[in-house]
């Protein structure tokens, strides 16, 4: 009893602030004007539709029970009733039309991406989301938001913690409060799905085609979503977070993002020392590797481990060059040319070196460049 009531308890949850709730029923509470005018819409249509199943099956028991054949009823004979006939034509049309008005006025201005602050455009990976500012303040930030290696190794492990677990991310899509941001989606491999329920957004992220729809927060705080297109096995590892802050913390965020990039801007020509490169290799790993393959490099079910791999192992460099800029295994491994020829050098040298993996080799940024061409 006692490790049940211990089990129960590590599985206890409260209600996360702008992601879901505990027993939701209802739509997230809205903090943009498009959610709120999409949940009155609902609301509105939910009363109509209910009004008129009231409607139509009263009318069908009343008449079933008032002229049923046990209390002597008989039935009328007749085949036409231009009445009739105008009445159920000219109330369904009156509803039809009075549904439809208010779902165009929603429609059309959740699809108005015109005049926006910010122009971010969101593309879907297997199985992440790489952000990049393309106009407005912050433009020339690009990074990739994965979910939190913490959170994947609760999972791998049964033991759920948290009240974000599985939405926690490692990097936050930052954006400054009551400004209109438009977010441009595409993919990198298959379909995927933008959605933000908080902010009533909702937009496929389809491979070679570009799609966009927008915000405006009203309210600071942080907004949680997921890919809600089935995109492959690690679907439900593809959050989204969203913090929304000041202009003043925005433009604070804006400026540390910028001299971060340019302290890690690399010269693709530099030759790095094994060390350097096993030290940044680390990080890389971390940030983006471990969730699949686990910070031992031991994989998992399909992962295959990268400890004592013979792709790692090879004394030719570029089979796992190739590996991390085309993937592998009808993407189980998916590819990571977004990495900077220098993290893909990193961590390659990283895993050759790691573990029991003793290889002594180094790979060097220039050797990815080529491999790139």
Not at 10 to 17: D, E, G
Not at 315 to 332: A, S, Y
């Amino acid at each position: 009893m006692s490790s049940l009531a211990a089990s129960s308890s590590a599985w206890a949850v409260n209600s996360l602030p702008g992601g879901p709730a505990v027993n939701q029923l209802d739509m997230h509470p809205a903090v943009t004007k498009i959610a709120l005018e999409q949940q009155n819409l609902h609301y509105l249509l939910l009363w109509i539709c209910s009004l008129i199943f009231v409607g139509v099956f009263g009318v069908m028991f009343y008449s079933i029970f008032k002229h049923r054949k046990s209390k002597g009823a008989k039935s009328a004979d007749f085949h036409e009733s231009t009445t009739v006939e105008i009445i159920w034509t000219v109330i369904p049309f009156i509803i039809v039309v009075g549904m439809a008005l208010p779902a165009t006025k929603v429609v059309v201005a959740q699809k108005d991406t015109t005049n926006a602050d910010l122009t971010i455009k969101a593309t879907g990976y297997q199985w992440k989301w790489g952000y990049d500012y393309i106009k407005g303040e912050g433009e020339g930030i690009g990074f990739l938001s994965t979910l939190d290696a913490s959170q994947r190794a609760l999972s791998d492990a049964g033991t759920p913690q948290g009240d974000d677990y599985l939405l926690k991310v490692d990097h936050a899509l930052v954006v400054p409060v009551n400004k209109k941001v438009r977010i441009i989606t595409t993919a990198n491999d298959v379909i995927h799905s933008f959605m933000v329920p908080a902010f009533g957004i909702k937009q496929d992220a389809i491979p070679g085609f570009v799609r966009d729809t927008w915000f405006r927060a009203e309210k600071i705080g942080d907004y949680y979503g997921q890919c809600v297109e089935l995109c492959g096995k690690e679907h439900a590892y593809m959050p989204i977070h969203v913090k929304v802050v000041s202009e003043a913390d925005y433009s604070t965020w804006v400026q540390g993002q910028l001299k971060e990039m340019q302290s890690k801007a690399d010269d693709p020509n530099k030759v790095w020392t094994p060390e350097d490169l096993i030290a940044r290799g680390e990080k890389v790993y971390t940030s983006n590797c471990a969730a699949c393959h686990q910070p031992n490099g031991k994989g998992g079910g399909a992962i295959k481990p990268l400890d004592g791999s013979p792709k790692v192992l090879s004394d030719d460099k570029n089979v796992q060059i190739q590996v991390l800029l085309h993937g592998q295994n009808n993407g189980l491994m998916p590819a990571w040319k977004q990495l900077s020829d220098t993290e893909i050098a990193a961590v390659i040298t990283y895993t050759k070196n790691h573990w029991s993996n003793k290889t002594g080799q180094v790979v060097q940024p220039a050797e990815v460049r080529t491999a790139r061409q």
